[in-house]
């Protein structure tokens, strides 16, 4: 048998000058790119790590104003309240009723065993007192004194007597509401 050849390589055909180019260029492209892509990457990193720090001191910032505020709450509603009372008592000083001759009058009956615990006055002339007494007599007597009030200075009508309680201590306590004449809110 004779012995054949066969030639297992393909003749290369000649290179155009466009791929050519790219062979040489791509790798050197891909390399820019690479490198971009990385420089890009690591100023992301530092960047975000840079706000990060800003961010956390933004917020230490804001916990430490919240606890500041939360600390002063207390005080601010102390204020509030105390502004409130004070325009409170403003309004009624500068209101033209005139409580004094009102509170004489009910005060010009008090004696030793009987204790005005509380005065409540309106601007109408309702009047609402609590009231302590001793025994039954002073009870009885500061009864007569406001009917003859009524009766015959015309001072207070309406009068009433309300809840009327005997405490251990043997005291009466009550409540009494009446309505002033309108010449003692002048």
């Known amino acids: 048998m004779a012995k054949k050849s066969i030639n297992l390589i ?3 055909q000649a ?6 180019r790219a062979r040489k260029f791509l790798p050197i492209a891909a390399g820019v790119s690479i490198f971009i892509f990385i420089t890009v990457f690591v100023a992301n990193l530092i960047y975000i790590n840079a706000n990060l720090a800003a961010f956390k001191l ?3 910032e804001a916990r430490s104003i919240v606890k500041k505020i939360e600390a ?3 005080t601010e509603a102390t204020y509030i309240l105390t502004a409130n009372l004070v325009s409170k008592l403003n309004t009624i000083l500068s209101s033209d009723l005139n409580y004094t001759n009102i509170t004489g009058e009910i005060f010009g009956l008090k004696s ?5 615990t509380s005065v409540n006055i309106d601007e109408n002339g309702d009047i609402s007192l609590a009231i302590t007494v001793d025994s039954v007599t002073t009870l009885d007597e500061f009864v007569r004194i406001l009917i003859d009030k009524e009766e015959r ?3 207070f009508n309406n009068i009433e007597a309300h809840g009327i309680v005997r405490d251990k201590d043997s005291k009466y306590i009550l409540t009494v509401i009446l309505k002033a004449d309108k010449s003692l809110l002048q």
Request: proline share 0%.
């Open 112 to 116: 030793d065993e009987l204790k005005i």
């Open 72 to 74: 002063s709450t207390e």
């Open 153 to 155: 200075d015309h001072k």
């Open 10 to 12: 393909v003749k290369t």
């Open 58 to 60: 933004s917020e230490a």
């Open 15 to 20: 290179e155009t000058t466009v791929v050519h």
